[in-house]
């Protein structure tokens, strides 16, 4: 399928816009060793993908604190500490240079989230870009969890786009199959992850880093 310029750029936001450095701080703080930060994180993700694989539904926040306490000792309420250090999340340093090259291509931008709201806006609002995306969604609105198709036809539907002139930037392999697989173009850069995974469909577009990813979707034909 020939993949044509994207009129609208959504951004997943936890790792591929926003850095997690505070979360794990707050685990170091609080005795937990810097590591496991990974492995409640993937805990998280495969809680809400279960829930909703399942017909269910559970609040992003509601899933990390029970990873939380399936592989740490922390009391709940150290627990809704480290969970309340997502709102102290701040850009990446790429972040700002790849989404000034949308505005100034005309190209707008979005972010799609499953997690808490308001998390994307602080985040964007702390690293001084807010103003250069238009809005941000999260699945929440919804009761979805990414990659289920709803989640990205919906956003489609709440920019006003046709699916195929939406692409979504991750640094989640799975979260660029999910989007390709609702007819979105997809952009993988690596972050936490090394290599794109080769058990799914390839990526529309794989770059070596944001800005590489962002270049790649404004030179699709148009």
Same mark, same amino acid.
């Given at each position: 399928?020939?993949?044509?310029?994207?009129?609208?750029?959504?951004?997943?936001?936890?790792? *591929?816009?926003?850095?997690?450095?505070?979360?794990?701080?707050?685990?170091?703080?609080?005795? !937990?060793?810097?590591?496991?930060?990974?492995? $409640?994180?993937?805990?998280?993700?495969?809680?809400?993908?279960?829930?909703?694989? *399942?017909?269910? +539904?559970? #609040?992003?926040?509601?899933?990390? *604190?029970?990873?939380?306490?399936?592989?740490?000792?922390?009391?709940?309420?150290?627990?809704?500490?480290?969970?309340?250090?997502?709102?102290?999340?701040?850009?990446?340093?790429?972040?700002?240079?790849?989404?000034?090259?949308?505005? !100034?291509?005309?190209?707008?931008?979005?972010?799609? %989230?499953?997690? %808490?709201?308001?998390?994307?806006?602080? @985040?964007?609002?702390?690293?001084?870009?807010?103003?250069?995306?238009?809005?941000?969604? *999260?699945?929440?609105?919804? #009761?979805? +969890?990414?990659?289920?198709?709803?989640?990205?036809? +919906?956003?489609?539907? %709440?920019?006003?786009?046709?699916?195929?002139?939406?692409?979504?930037?991750?640094?989640? @392999?799975?979260?660029?199959?999910?989007?390709?697989?609702?007819?979105?173009?997809?952009?993988?850069?690596? #972050?936490?992850?090394?290599?794109?995974?080769?058990?799914?469909?390839?990526?529309?577009?794989?770059?070596?880093?944001? %800005?590489?990813? $962002?270049?790649?979707?404004?030179?699709?034909?148009?």
């Amino acid at each position: 399928m020939t993949r044509r310029r994207p009129e609208v750029v959504a951004f997943d936001v936890n790792e *591929t816009l926003l850095d997690l450095a505070p979360v794990r701080t707050t685990l170091v703080e609080l005795g !937990e060793p810097e590591h496991v930060l990974p492995t $409640v994180f993937a805990r998280t993700l495969l809680t809400g993908f279960a829930a909703a694989a *399942t017909g269910g +539904w559970c #609040r992003f926040r509601d899933a990390f *604190t029970s990873a939380l306490a399936q592989t740490t000792g922390l009391a709940a309420a150290d627990r809704e500490r480290v969970a309340d250090a997502f709102g102290e999340l701040t850009p990446h340093p790429d972040v700002a240079p790849a989404l000034r090259q949308l505005a !100034e291509a005309g190209v707008r931008a979005v972010t799609l %989230s499953h997690g %808490s709201p308001g998390v994307a806006e602080a @985040g964007l609002e702390r690293g001084g870009v807010r103003p250069l995306v238009e809005r941000s969604l *999260t699945s929440e609105a919804i #009761r979805a +969890w990414k990659p289920n198709r709803e989640v990205y036809l +919906w956003a489609a539907g %709440s920019c006003g786009v046709a699916p195929d002139r939406l692409a979504l930037v991750a640094a989640h @392999g799975w979260d660029v199959q999910g989007a390709q697989k609702a007819g979105l173009t997809g952009a993988w850069f690596p #972050r936490s992850e090394r290599a794109y995974p080769a058990v799914y469909e390839p990526a529309d577009v794989v770059a070596d880093d944001l %800005s590489g990813a $962002v270049a790649a979707l404004l030179a699709l034909p148009t």
